[in-house]
């Protein structure tokens, strides 16, 4: 039996290509973040095949316990992969979010695909964003909070980054 987390890996590979190719690194600001976002949805929409068959995924993965195995109640998380050369240097992780997470930055940026765990859900928002593509530019600070129905965020870091202890 293959480990699911593999398996998921290789599932995210057009998305691995689409956000490897985004200019996140020219990100620095809410505006160039929006229309990232907008290029994101062009390239692969979320109400797509490959992302509707992600989210499936997700869920399967939350529903069976390999996904999202850590943390609090509100707030569980798993690593699905650290950034390397397979991953075109992003860090792969998954947040099943219901309310607010620790407050955080991001030195490289951020790119987040959030789902509804209910995928018949409507009311589901990350940062006051629908499901689908989020983009926190260079250097964002923010207290991720999902309000609504709670949602799993699959989010790419470049190498990884994150600062836990922003400055106020």
Not at 17 to 23: F, G, H
Not at 68 to 76: L, M, Q, S, T, V
Not at 124 to 146: I, K, L, Q
Request: hydrophobic share 40%.
């Amino acid at each position: 039996m293959t480990d699911p987390r593999l398996d998921l890996v290789s599932q995210l590979a057009p998305v691995l290509d689409v956000v490897a190719r985004a200019p996140l690194a020219d990100c620095h600001d809410q505006e160039a973040a929006a229309r990232l976002r907008s290029q994101l949805e062009a390239a692969l929409p979320t109400a797509g095949p490959v992302a509707t068959e992600i989210g499936a995924t997700l869920r399967r993965g939350l529903e069976q316990g390999w996904l999202c195995d850590r943390g609090e109640p509100k707030a569980r998380f798993s690593r699905v992969a650290k950034a390397s050369e397979d991953t075109h240097d992003l860090s792969i992780d998954i947040v099943a979010l219901d309310g607010p997470a620790l407050r955080h930055g991001h030195p490289r940026g951020e790119i987040t695909l959030g789902f509804p765990i209910d995928p018949t859900a409507t009311d589901s928002r990350f940062d006051g964003h629908e499901a689908g593509w989020v983009v926190m530019p260079v250097a964002s600070v923010h207290t991720p909070t999902v309000t609504g129905s709670p949602m799993l965020l699959l989010y790419f870091l470049p190498e990884g980054a994150m600062d836990w202890s922003p400055a106020a």
